[in-house]
């Protein structure tokens, strides 16, 4: 099994900060790709910022300038450092994992989720 725990959010006042960070374990045999969405209520669930492995991280527009994500390769981790926030920036955050697994003698690649952190944005 695979799990991914995150911490972090809570309630900040507008021009606030918060980090969240989310660990991957578990029977793992490579991370491809890992970063952070969100849903809002009544909205569908939009990307954030992903890193996929060996590559750059993709940022929603929405977010560029004000949000950094950080990957550890090597503990399987990503933090999303949000700055500047905004009322609009409230949501529940998942964390997001595309990860391999060995299954007999070969991979299989799926998409995994976190629970879900709140982050709500006072003005």
């Known amino acids: 099994q695979v799990q991914l725990v995150e911490s972090g959010g809570g309630l900040v006042q507008a021009g606030g900060s918060l980090r969240l960070s989310c660990a991957a374990s578990g029977s793992i045999f490579s991370v491809n790709a890992m970063g952070w969405y969100r849903q809002a209520p009544g909205k569908q669930r939009e990307l954030v910022a992903v890193?996929?492995?060996?590559?750059?991280?993709n940022y929603a527009d929405s977010v560029k300038g004000r949000f950094t994500l950080s990957r550890d390769n090597a503990k399987n981790t990503v933090d999303l450092q949000m700055n500047s926030l905004k009322p609009e920036d409230t949501a529940v955050y998942y964390c997001y994992a595309l990860i391999s697994k060995m299954i007999v003698h070969s991979t299989r690649t799926y998409i995994y989720w976190g629970q879900g952190t709140q982050v709500t944005v006072s003005s």
């Open positions: 890193l996929p492995s060996g590559g750059s991280t």
